[in-house]
């Protein structure tokens, strides 16, 4: 179980984030550099007790219109070998000392909780309380079996829509990075998905909405 604290972080995440977006392909802020704000999210519980998981969503009101993001992160207390293209950033924690932030697609320990929180083995919890799960992000899973283990070991390619991990036999985990609601009547799956993770954000309008954040596709990426 993670054991959330409660005390100060220098940088602040959000302060990390603004420097660290303008580079992704799937940001949309404006050229001055983004406008960031909380928007929601989960957490995840690494088995080992080890490694903080977070899902952070996030809103920016830098560009043309607002845009939301979906942002995985890892919080380490040591550098994680071989990911130095996925660091985010580091903080000073006021409990746990420095703390290395990667972008989670990039760390097979998010990776495979996140595997096993599409099969059901393991719960959403609450972003900002310990031992509290949240029921408000969904998920599901159509397939036979586990799913493959690659996913932990293979490359996470960005593009404009998000996020990519595919296995070498073509099952791809895809990540939505910007998010978009997605209106009742309107399909919440595409074509060839066999899982997925909705979750819940707030709008800088402050209403609620919905969207997918990772759907699992069988087969080869078109």
């Known amino acids: 179980m993670a054991v959330i604290h409660r005390t100060a972080l220098k940088p602040t995440k959000l302060e990390l984030l603004s420097s660290w977006l303008p580079a992704r392909p799937w940001y949309l802020g404006g050229a001055g550099g983004p406008d960031l704000a909380k928007a929601g999210g ?7 007790g080890e490694v903080g998981i977070e899902f ?5 009101t830098s560009g043309a219109r607002p845009a939301t993001y979906l942002v995985p992160l890892t919080y380490r207390g040591a550098p994680l070998d071989g990911a130095e293209h996925a660091l985010v950033g580091t903080m000073e924690h006021g409990v746990l000392g420095r703390r290395w ?10 990776v495979g909780q996140l595997t096993a929180l599409i099969e059901g083995r393991v719960q959403a919890q609450d972003q900002s309380t310990s031992d509290l799960p949240d029921p408000e992000v969904t998920r599901s899973y159509a397939g036979d079996g586990l ?11 960005d593009h404009r829509k998000g996020t990519d991990l595919i296995t070498p036999h073509g099952t791809v985990l895809r990540l939505h990075r910007a998010l978009r609601p ?6 919440l799956l595409p074509a060839g998905a066999t899982g997925h993770v909705v979750g819940p954000w707030m709008t800088p309008e402050g209403t609620r909405a919905r969207g997918l954040f990772a759907v699992l596709l069988a087969g080869p990426r078109t």
């Not at 799913?147 to 390619?157: H, K, S, W």
């Open 56 to 60: 952070m969503v996030i809103t920016d």
């Open 42 to 48: 989960f957490r995840l519980d690494d088995p080992q």
């Open 147 to 157: 799913l493959p283990a690659d996913f932990t070991t293979g490359p996470a390619t």
């Open 182 to 187: 997605v209106p009742d009547d309107e399909p």
């Open 101 to 110: 932030a990667y972008d989670g697609c990039h760390d097979p320990v998010l």
